[in-house]
C-alpha cells in the first residue's frame, strides 16, 4: 500500500496545469469582457511556460479561440468545463516513497453547493487531468478544493474551518474525520485548523474562506501571512487576530514560525465593496515565483519580499486585477504537478 505525500509548492514540477475561462460570470456577458478574461488567463499561461511546460485543458468549442491567446508552446487539451479555476476544480498532485506520481480527485461541488455555481462538468476535470498526466488516480470523499490546502511538503497542512467544517461541504464530518483524509491523501501529520478566510472572500461569490489567500510557506518553517494595515478595510481585525493565532503554532516538526506579514495593497475597494487583494496567491514554478499585482504602490514591496523568501527564483508580476474581479488570482487558476524523480522534467508528449 502507497503512502502519499503532497510535496511543497517548491519542489521541482514537471508541469503546470490550467483551464481556460468558458461561458458564464467568467467570460462576462460582452465581447470586451470575455477578452479581458481570455488575456489575463492567457497571460499567467504565457508567463509560465517560460519556466517550464504547461497544459491547458480547453472546452471543446474554444479551443481555435484559446489558441489566438496562448503561446506556440503552451499545449492545449480539449475538455469539457464548466468555468476556469485548475486550482480548486483539478487534482491535487502527490507523490509515494517509490516517486510514483498519484493525483488526489477531492469532490468538487461548486464551493459548497453555491446556488450561482455549475459544476457537472468541472467534477469530472480532475480525474481527466489524472488520466492526461498518466498519475494514480485516489478517489477522496472528501469535498475539498486546492485553494483550501497549503503545505509544507513535511507534514504541515494549513486550512480554514470555514472550509473543510462547511456543513454545504462536508456535513457531519468532524476534525477528526478530516484529518484522517488529509493524512490519506497528503501525507499530513500536523493540520493548522485557521479559523476563516478573507471578508470578500466569504461573501455571497467568494469560496467561504480559502487559506491560499491568507497564507503561504515558502520554506518549512516560514509563513508568509497577509496583512491588512488600514483600520477602514475589515480585514485589518482579521489579519492581526490571524497572526497571532499563527504564532501561536507550530508546523509538523515542532517549529516555532518565522511569520513574514506581506502588506495587503493599499487599494481597499472596488465597484463590489472591499476588496481582497492579496500578494499571497502566488504560484512557485521552476526557477520563478508568478505574483499578482494590481497597479498599487505596495506591489514593489511585495515582490521584494516575495524575492526574499524564494531565493535564487525569479519574481514575475502580473496585474491581477480582473481575476479577483472574477474570484480569484494566480494560485487559484493553476495547480502544479511536482516531478518524479526519475523525470528529469521532461516534457509529457500531448495533443493538441
Not at 462547511?166 to 474525520?177: E, M, S, V
Request: proline fraction near 6%; glycine fraction near 10%; aromatic fraction near 8%.
Amino acid at each position: 500500500m502507497s503512502t502519499w505525500r503532497m510535496p511543497a509548492e517548491t519542489a521541482p514540477q514537471e508541469r503546470l496545469w490550467m483551464a481556460f475561462p468558458t461561458g458564464g460570470y467568467t467570460l462576462g456577458e460582452t465581447a470586451e469582457e470575455a477578452h479581458t478574461a481570455r488575456s489575463v488567463w492567457a497571460a499567467v499561461a504565457n508567463a509560465a511556460v517560460e519556466f517550464e511546460p504547461v497544459t491547458v485543458m480547453v472546452a471543446p468549442d474554444d479551443v481555435e479561440t484559446a489558441r489566438r491567446y496562448l503561446a506556440p508552446a503552451v499545449e492545449v487539451l480539449a475538455a469539457e468545463l464548466n468555468d476556469a479555476w485548475m486550482r480548486d476544480i483539478g487534482p491535487t498532485f502527490v507523490l509515494d516513497g517509490r516517486g510514483t506520481l498519484g493525483a488526489v480527485d477531492w469532490v468538487f461541488n461548486g464551493w459548497g453547493a453555491q446556488e450561482w455555481a455549475r459544476w457537472d462538468k468541472d467534477a469530472l476535470i480532475a480525474a481527466e487531468v489524472t488520466g492526461r498526466a498518466g498519475a494514480d488516480h485516489l478517489v477522496s470523499g472528501l469535498v475539498n478544493e486546492g485553494g483550501g490546502i497549503q503545505v509544507d511538503g513535511e507534514g504541515t497542512v494549513l486550512v480554514t474551518e470555514t472550509v473543510q467544517l462547511d456543513p454545504g461541504r462536508n456535513p457531519g464530518l468532524g476534525k477528526a474525520d478530516i484529518e484522517a483524509e488529509l493524512a490519506r491523501t497528503l501525507g499530513a501529520t500536523h493540520v493548522i485548523w485557521l479559523p476563516r478566510g478573507l471578508t470578500r472572500d466569504s461573501e455571497k461569490f467568494g469560496t467561504r474562506g480559502h487559506v491560499d489567500l491568507v497564507a503561504a510557506i515558502p520554506s518549512p518553517g516560514t509563513l508568509l501571512v497577509h496583512a491588512q494595515q488600514n483600520p477602514a478595510h475589515p480585514d485589518y481585525d482579521l489579519s492581526r487576530e490571524l497572526i497571532s493565532f499563527l504564532s501561536s503554532t507550530r508546523d509538523a516538526a515542532g517549529r516555532e514560525w518565522n511569520i513574514i506579514e506581506v502588506p495587503a495593497p493599499e487599494t481597499l475597494t472596488d465597484p463590489e465593496g472591499f476588496v481582497d487583494y492579496s500578494y499571497i496567491n502566488h504560484v512557485v514554478v521552476n526557477g520563478g515565483v508568478l505574483a499578482c499585482t494590481f497597479s498599487d504602490p505596495n506591489d514593489e514591496k511585495a515582490l521584494r519580499i516575495l524575492a526574499d523568501a524564494y531565493p535564487g527564483r525569479r519574481v514575475v508580476g502580473i496585474d491581477a486585477r480582473e481575476l479577483f474581479a472574477r474570484g480569484g488570482g494566480i494560485h487559484c487558476i493553476t495547480q502544479q504537478q511536482p516531478a518524479a524523480p526519475w523525470s528529469g522534467l521532461h516534457p509529457r508528449k500531448g495533443t493538441s
